[in-house]
T-cell receptor, first 116, second 111 residues
Framework: ETGVTQTPRHLVMGMTNKKSLKCEQH?????MYWYKQSAKKPLELMFV???????ENNSVPSRFSPECPNSSHLFLHLHTLQPEDSALYLC???????????????FGPGTRLTVL | KQEVTQIPAALSVPEGENLVLNCSFT??????LQWFRQDPGKGLTSLLL?????REQTSGRLNASLDKSSGRSTLYIAASQPGDSATYLC??????????FGQGTRLTINP
């Protein structure tokens, strides 16, 4: 496997279910991200992790719970979701830069989530 | 709050034409601006990155310009091909790791 992989690629769940999305990066990076892409809305940053520590939470509801056990893996645990949470969830990784330079983010293919 | 707008939302042109995609942003205090391509089922691929101090970047048939003072960027695609069909996303860098995206332009190149 190369790059950034995400599983599952498609997920259908009821509002009372608990499920998890998985992301794995094979690029040796130390930063990982979750984004949400809803229909007719721009891609939105949800969470950022640097060296396994959460450094950004973009006011995401608590029914989304991220976990980063190591620099290569990132999970998004889902619980009691709403139909409006249906979206494409994208994972990305990057190597943190120093001195004000911008990280180049590499994206996975996404998980298409449908909440019934 | 930074807002990024892309016009048009969709564009369909015959193969071989040159075309321009537009991106505008409300806050000129940016680190950089990136153009991405999104193909169904394949995530995002970075095409060009323009630093805030630069005016343009070129890669093959693609040329991106940046006018920070007016809050605008354009992506120029020369001699379009059917393989260029995809959604093109503009993203403004607000920090080392924070990107603010536009909604994208869905481009279709007809053979």
């Amino acid at each position: 496997e190369t790059g950034v992989t995400q599983t599952p690629r498609h997920l259908v769940m009821g509002m009372t279910n608990k499920k998890s999305l998985k992301c794995e990066q094979h690029l040796g990076h130390n930063a990982m991200y979750w984004y949400k892409q809803s229909a007719k809305k721009p891609l939105e940053l949800m969470f950022v992790y640097n060296f396994k520590e959460q450094t950004e939470n973009n006011s995401v509801p608590s029914r989304f719970s991220p976990e980063c056990p190591n620099s290569s893996h990132l999970f998004l645990h889902l619980h009691t979701l709403q139909p409006e949470d249906s979206a494409l969830y994208l994972c990305a990784s990057s190597q943190p830069q120093w001195g004000g330079a911008t990280d180049t983010q590499y994206f996975g293919p996404g998980t298409r989530l449908t909440v019934l | 709050k930074q807002e990024v707008t892309q016009i048009p939302a969709a564009l369909s042109v015959p193969e071989g034409e040159n075309l321009v995609l537009n991106c505008s942003f409300t806050d000129s205090a940016i680190y950089n601006l990136q153009w991405f391509r999104q193909d169904p089922g394949k995530g995002l691929t970075s095409l060009l990155l323009i630093q805030s101090s630069q005016r343009e970047q070129t890669s093959g048939r693609l040329n991106a310009s940046l006018d920070k003072s007016s809050g605008r960027s354009t992506l120029y695609i020369a001699a379009s091909q059917p393989g260029d069909s995809a959604t093109y996303l503009c993203a403004v860098g607000q920090g080392a790791q924070k990107l603010v995206f536009g909604q994208g332009t869905r481009l279709t190149i007809n053979p």
